[in-house]
């Protein structure tokens, strides 16, 4: 049995973070990388750099300084799509396909902003609108036997086990329970399957985000699971592994706030 290594990774800014990319390329392994907020424009994205790490198959959804995913693979391409949500310009959705027809979602939610009112703060209102939208688009296209994975920083602590604490984040932007609600409502849309949470129970504290403003992040741990991988119901029993790679927030001199998260997958 062969299985697919399917990687994501909000890099914050990828050209910036190439060292602690090739790192991770070069431990890890993955087939399939899917980068989030790779803040460069589709023509600045550094091809040639991946290409000479293995992956020769390159979609990018970039956006100059802001936002933009990209997805690298080893392994064929079979089309892509390039969409957008809540009646906004960014590019924050690459739909790519493997062999086999499996759809693969790289995912950069708004992160809201601070404030966890609609009313007041439009940030937070765009990261509503844009969450019922794709949930709705997701339950639109349903079917039992759809083969997709969706991976990305989705930027929401569901669970009180997502976060450092609980009680003193259920009003922070990420944990809110509105915010809870709506991915839970997305989870539900295509019956998906939390890939990360089937390896590592509940139970556990697991984060893949730390704040740049704790002077030890490793010592305060005061992170949050921010990023995710989801499988359809047609997928479920497929992951044979899967890793949030902790120790990439400290590597170099500027690491990326977030940590690269890998699952194995058998897509027969």
Not at 215 to 241: F, Q
Not at 245 to 252: L, S
Request: proline share 6%; net charge negative; hydrophobic share 40%.
């Amino acid at each position: 049995m062969s299985t697919t290594r399917i990687a994501t990774w909000n890099i914050n800014s990828v050209r910036l973070r190439l060292p602690i990319v090739r790192r991770f390329v070069q431990t890890y392994r993955p087939d399939v990388l899917c980068l989030q907020e790779i803040k460069c424009e589709d023509g600045k994205f550094p091809y040639q750099d991946f290409r000479e790490m293995g992956y020769p198959h390159i979609e990018v959804f970039g956006q100059k300084s802001y936002h933009g995913v990209a997805t690298v693979s080893r392994v064929p391409l079979a089309g892509s799509e390039r969409l957008k949500w809540a009646g906004k310009d960014d590019t924050r959705h690459l739909l790519t396909r493997l062999p086999g027809d499996v759809e693969v979602h790289n995912f950069y939610v708004p992160a809201g902003g601070d404030e966890p009112d609609p009313v007041v703060n439009e940030k937070f209102d765009h990261k509503l609108r844009f969450l019922d939208e794709v949930t709705a688009w997701f339950a639109e296209r349903r079917t039992d036997s759809a083969r997709a994975v969706v991976v990305g920083d989705l930027n929401i602590a569901p669970h009180e086990n997502d976060v450092w604490s609980h009680k003193k984040l259920l009003k922070v932007v990420s944990h809110t329970p509105i915010e809870v609600a709506r991915m839970a409502d997305w989870i539900a849309s295509h019956g998906f399957h939390d890939v990360v949470r089937e390896f590592v129970p509940d139970t556990e504290q697991l984060y893949s985000w730390w704040s740049y403003r704790a002077k030890d992040w490793d010592a305060a741990d005061k992170g949050r699971r921010l990023d995710h991988i989801w499988v359809t119901p047609a997928l479920i029993g497929a992951p044979k592994g899967m890793e949030v790679v902790r120790e990439a927030r400290g590597w170099g001199e500027k690491p990326s706030d977030h940590v690269p998260i890998w699952m194995d997958i058998d897509l027969g």
